[in-house]
């Protein structure tokens, strides 16, 4: 298995590596202050990651998938799903910054490389952890519904709801990063920032993840205002996998943030021309929209599995179902049985009651959601759960006594950050499918959000004609509920363990198992994320099993009556940092999105 440790180590992906001589080149690109040194930035890390080799998993067999590499540090960990954001997070750290400054820098340049699964044009949730006992915090910049916006907007043509101006949430993103680091952040604000205008002005080549998505959407990418020219040549040609991307207007509306702070993003002439752009693709989303977004403090929930602190997100995020499903797996002796057929079987019924709870959950700034989550988190309640699963059989939907349907959404990223303080942050941002709504303004090079997707419409029923829950229903400035379960474990009052996912409702069962894998069995992270895993959601009554999953442990569970169907291998991917009992540090950002971590 691949390691790297500090500067000393090449950084290996598969047989291919990067020296430590052309690692340091690479992250001496993000140090500059000055314009020609950040011109060289974009330059030395294409150098650093491609010619050395760090997507050129040669390890892997045809028709196998690639092993995630495992990253050890001594002193911190940035794990991202986009190797050169792993480098410029832990080039922060390595310059004095601490997680929550890695976490912007990273989050920033996710944001560029990789504009399908998130950026300045979304939202999401930043779960810090601070040092010496300060109380954790869940930044909550989702996306809002804007003062025009009615609950009856998408009836008769839900597609409105995820293509086009009229699926456009206020995005929150850069309020959310400048709140955590106006009150958490150690480095200059516009030094967090340099690293990406530097890509986005001067070019790169995208990441495999990135290009796979560009060119299953060719037909829009060639023809799509501001596409065309981002990731096509204006003349109806698609970029080729090695031509240079650059984002040009995107690196102005950066720097202007990065000189005004998050003012410049939400008033004057950004949000105007934002604004107008959102509206001429028949949006309703105006300046004063923009103007009133707040991000939003909210206390973390928290419980305790096998002794250890679990901080988690609160509503609306998804994080009181991890620690459901956790307390209703804790009364089980997994570690003494390990991954047998009998464990997953309990996983998977875990899930299903999860899911489940997950429909009574929404915006607690609109909805008293109290006693729900007082609920979901009580070791009482998991009892109660535990006593209604059967070692031999699984049940039918009502037995899980849901209340209305499920959400999904597909276009995230996930951000993992320990630093030598023991501050910690996972980091999830979102602009919901891929590319969002679909819409960017050529004069700014944003690119929006289709977060109004997440809310439920009233009369819009599913497959198995269940009726959204009217928890979740739109009315102006509210949050549609997220999948997002940004994770936190402490031991003994350190951090041990900091994992999040990206990939829609899979992100929850996904940092289950992961969890569990490193908890109970007692993988290594890179072993306990590459496993693969099971998905159920109670809807659809499936249950997803990935291709590479032991066949022998497929059949136990349809024997015990789990209907079978197949999964993508990558359709949930993991970013996760470890700290070991010696104060080794593992990270690990997932190979299923071919992503590579960096450590101190």
Same mark, same amino acid.
């Given at each position: 298995?691949?390691?790297?440790?500090?500067?000393?180590?090449?950084?290996?992906?598969?047989?291919?590596?990067?020296?430590?001589?052309?690692?340091?080149?690479?992250?001496?690109?993000?140090?500059?202050?000055?314009?020609?040194?950040?011109?060289?930035?974009?330059?030395?890390?294409?150098?650093?990651?491609?010619?050395?080799?760090?997507?050129?998993?040669?390890?892997?067999?045809?028709?196998?998938?690639?092993?995630?590499?495992?990253?050890?540090?001594?002193?911190?960990?940035?794990?991202?799903?986009?190797?050169?954001?792993?480098?410029?997070?832990?080039?922060?750290?390595?310059?004095?910054?601490?997680?929550?400054?890695?976490?912007?820098?990273?989050?920033?340049?996710?944001?560029?490389?990789?504009?399908?699964?998130?950026?300045?044009?979304?939202?999401?949730?930043?779960?810090?952890?601070?040092?010496?006992?300060?109380?954790?915090?869940?930044?909550?910049?989702?996306?809002?519904?804007?003062?025009?916006?009615?609950?009856? =907007?998408?009836?008769?043509?839900?597609?409105?709801?995820?293509?086009?101006?009229?699926?456009?949430?206020?995005?929150?993103?850069?309020?959310?990063?400048?709140?955590?680091?106006?009150?958490?952040?150690?480095?200059?604000?516009?030094?967090?920032?340099?690293?990406?205008?530097?890509?986005?002005?001067?070019?790169?080549?995208?990441?495999?993840?990135?290009?796979?998505?560009?060119?299953? =959407?060719?037909?829009?990418?060639?023809?799509?205002?501001?596409?065309?020219?981002?990731?096509?040549?204006?003349?109806?040609?698609?970029?080729?996998?090695?031509?240079?991307?650059?984002?040009?207007?995107?690196?102005?509306?950066?720097?202007?943030?990065?000189?005004?702070?998050?003012?410049?993003?939400?008033?004057?002439?950004?949000?105007?021309?934002?604004?107008?752009?959102?509206?001429?693709?028949?949006?309703?989303?105006?300046?004063?929209?923009?103007?009133?977004?707040?991000?939003?403090?909210?206390?973390?929930?928290?419980?305790?599995?096998?002794?250890?602190?679990?901080?988690?997100?609160?509503?609306?995020?998804?994080?009181?179902?991890?620690?459901?499903?956790?307390?209703?797996?804790?009364?089980?002796?997994?570690?003494?049985?390990?991954?047998?057929?009998?464990?997953?079987?309990?996983?998977?019924?875990? =899930?299903?009651?999860?899911?489940?709870?997950?429909?009574?959950?929404?915006?607690?700034?609109?909805?008293?959601?109290?006693?729900?989550?007082?609920?979901?988190?009580?070791?009482?309640?998991?009892?109660?759960?535990?006593?209604?699963?059967?070692?031999?059989?699984?049940?039918?939907?009502?037995?899980?006594?849901?209340?209305?349907?499920?959400?999904?959404?597909?276009?995230?990223?996930?951000?993992?950050?320990?630093?030598?303080?023991?501050?910690?942050?996972?980091?999830?941002?979102?602009?919901?499918?891929?590319?969002?709504?679909?819409?960017?303004?050529?004069?700014?090079?944003?690119?929006? @959000?289709?977060?109004?997707?997440?809310?439920?419409?009233?009369?819009?029923?599913?497959?198995?004609?269940?009726?959204?829950?009217?928890? @979740?229903?739109?009315?102006?400035?509210?949050?549609?509920?997220?999948?997002?379960?940004?994770?936190?474990?402490?031991? @003994?009052?350190?951090?041990?363990?900091?994992?999040?996912?990206?990939?829609?409702?899979?992100?929850?069962?996904?940092?289950?198992?992961?969890?569990?894998?490193?908890?109970?069995?007692?993988?290594?992270?890179?072993?306990?994320?590459?496993?693969?895993?099971?998905?159920?959601?109670?809807?659809?009554?499936?249950?997803?099993?990935?291709?590479?999953?032991?066949?022998?442990?497929?059949?136990?569970?349809?024997?015990?009556?789990?209907?079978?169907?197949?999964?993508?291998?990558? @359709?949930?991917?993991?970013?996760?940092?470890?700290?070991?009992?010696?104060?080794?540090?593992?990270?690990?950002?997932?190979?299923?999105?071919?992503?590579?971590?960096?450590?101190?």
């Amino acid at each position: 298995m691949a390691h790297t440790s500090g500067t000393s180590t090449p950084l290996v992906a598969g047989d291919a590596f990067v020296s430590a001589a052309d690692a340091e080149a690479g992250r001496r690109c993000c140090r500059g202050r000055r314009s020609r040194v950040l011109r060289v930035c974009a330059a030395a890390l294409l150098a650093t990651l491609f010619a050395g080799g760090v997507y050129v998993l040669s390890s892997a067999t045809a028709g196998a998938p690639a092993r995630s590499t495992l990253v050890t540090a001594k002193q911190g960990a940035v794990a991202t799903d986009e190797p050169r954001c792993s480098v410029i997070g832990a080039d922060v750290l390595r310059d004095g910054g601490n997680a929550v400054d890695a976490a912007v820098a990273s989050a920033l340049c996710i944001g560029v490389l990789q504009a399908h699964s998130s950026g300045i044009g979304g939202g999401g949730f930043m779960l810090v952890r601070p040092p010496h006992g300060a109380r954790p915090v869940l930044i909550d910049f989702r996306e809002t519904a804007g003062d025009a916006a009615t609950s009856d =907007m998408f009836i008769g043509d839900i597609t409105r709801a995820q293509v086009g101006g009229l699926a456009v949430g206020v995005p929150g993103e850069i309020a959310g990063l400048h709140s955590a680091h106006s009150r958490f952040g150690k480095l200059p604000w516009h030094r967090l920032f340099e690293p990406s205008i530097a890509l986005a002005r001067d070019g790169f080549v995208l990441g495999p993840a990135a290009y796979h998505e560009v060119v299953a =959407m060719k037909s829009h990418m060639v023809h799509a205002p501001g596409f065309n020219t981002t990731y096509a040549d204006g003349r109806g040609n698609l970029l080729g996998p090695t031509d240079t991307v650059r984002r040009p207007q995107l690196a102005d509306t950066l720097e202007a943030i990065a000189r005004e702070g998050p003012r410049a993003f939400y008033e004057g002439r950004i949000a105007r021309s934002m604004a107008t752009a959102i509206q001429d693709n028949g949006g309703i989303l105006t300046v004063d929209d923009f103007a009133a977004y707040k991000p939003v403090d909210r206390e973390p929930v928290e419980g305790f599995y096998h002794g250890r602190r679990v901080l988690t997100g609160s509503p609306p995020t998804s994080g009181s179902i991890v620690l459901n499903m956790l307390n209703v797996l804790e009364g089980f002796t997994l570690a003494a049985e390990g991954p047998s057929a009998l464990n997953y079987h309990r996983l998977v019924e875990a =899930m299903k009651f999860g899911a489940a709870q997950r429909t009574v959950l929404a915006d607690p700034s609109f909805v008293d959601i109290v006693a729900n989550v007082s609920r979901q988190i009580s070791k009482h309640f998991a009892a109660d759960i535990r006593a209604n699963i059967s070692d031999a059989e699984t049940f039918g939907l009502a037995h899980y006594a849901p209340e209305y349907d499920v959400l999904n959404n597909h276009g995230t990223t996930h951000i993992s950050v320990l630093d030598k303080d023991d501050m910690a942050v996972s980091l999830t941002s979102t602009v919901n499918l891929e590319f969002g709504a679909r819409v960017m303004d050529p004069r700014t090079g944003v690119i929006f @959000n289709d977060e109004m997707d997440d809310f439920s419409t009233t009369n819009q029923t599913n497959g198995f004609g269940l009726r959204p829950s009217p928890n @979740n229903k739109i009315v102006p400035r509210k949050r549609p509920l997220s999948s997002t379960s940004a994770t936190i474990v402490e031991n @003994n009052g350190r951090v041990e363990l900091v994992v999040g996912a990206s990939g829609g409702s899979r992100i929850l069962t996904a940092v289950l198992q992961v969890v569990v894998n490193v908890l109970d069995f007692g993988m290594r992270l890179d072993d306990a994320i590459d496993r693969p895993r099971l998905h159920h959601q109670l809807i659809p009554e499936t249950l997803g099993i990935d291709p590479l999953f032991p066949s022998s442990l497929a059949n136990a569970l349809a024997a015990r009556g789990h209907k079978i169907a197949p999964i993508p291998h990558g @359709n949930s991917v993991v970013q996760a940092v470890h700290r070991l009992p010696s104060g080794l540090i593992h990270a690990v950002s997932d190979a299923r999105k071919h992503g590579v971590a960096a450590g101190i």
